[in-house]
T-cell receptor, first 116, second 118 residues
């Protein structure tokens, strides 16, 4: 079974400094990986998706993630944090089920705090 | 304006009462999902449906029921058998497993319903 581990439950950065949110996955084959963002009391919004076409994936709002198979990692980065980036971030792996549907396996989330 | 609409935004349940959460989508997606989110945890799958009139249990289906009579609607009933229903409930949809390219297995989420027990 596939799983996702988000290594930090909380990350705090100052506005204008880089963001690094860490994610490790376990998978028996080439996975589909996602990052979603959730603002308070809101649904989840897709930031980016790893499609196996390129190891460096660019997403919305200046975020990007790098797939490193040797390290089984898919860390999310942004060069310069903005106050509006404060939210909870979920690393997600997609798992194919026996009925050919795709199930999403969620990490436990990382809450990003941005200090002025 | 395409999207997923969940209602109500807030819901309160009395002891022994069944309550139904609504989820409607106009994205023409075949697959729909219900998740439960508890504080400090990721989302856990309750039920999912790939086509009309068919649905499957997820990881935590006990105490919940669903129906899928129309493509655009996937209501979730939280029954009195669910002893700890207080949570944030999220509905999602996606193109079917037969979708192609980048759209396959991307799920789009509603804004959620927060359920509390009186």
């Amino acid at each position: 079974a596939q799983s996702v581990t988000q290594l930090d439950s909380h990350v705090s950065v100052s506005e204008g400094t880089p963001v690094l949110l860490r994610c490790n996955y376990s998978s028996s084959y080439s996975p589909s990986l996602f990052w979603y963002v959730q603002h308070p009391n809101k649904g989840l919004q897709l930031l980016l998706k790893y499609t196996s076409a390129a190891t460096l994936v660019k997403g919305i709002n200046g975020f990007e993630a790098e797939f490193k198979k040797s390290e089984t990692s898919f860390h999310l980065t942004k060069p310069s944090a903005h106050m509006s980036d404060a939210a909870e971030y979920f690393c997600v792996v997609s798992e194919a089920s026996v009925d050919s549907s795709y199930k999403l396996i969620f990490g436990s989330g990382t809450r990003l705090l941005v200090r002025p | 304006d395409g999207g997923i609409t969940q209602s109500p935004k807030y819901l309160f349940r009395k002891e022994g009462q069944n309550v139904t959460l609504s989820c409607e989508q106009n994205l023409n997606h075949d697959a729909m999902y219900w998740y439960r989110q508890d504080p400090g945890q990721g989302l856990r799958l309750i039920y999912y449906s790939q086509i009309v009139n068919d649905f499957q249990k997820g990881d935590i289906a006990e105490g919940y029921s669903v129906s899928r009579e129309k493509k655009e609607s996937f209501p979730l009933t939280v029954t009195s058998a669910q002893k700890n229903p207080t949570a944030f409930y999220l509905c999602a949809s996606s193109t079917s497993h037969l979708g192609i390219g980048l759209s396959k297995n991307i799920q789009y989420f509603g804004a959620g319903t927060r359920l509390s027990v009186l």
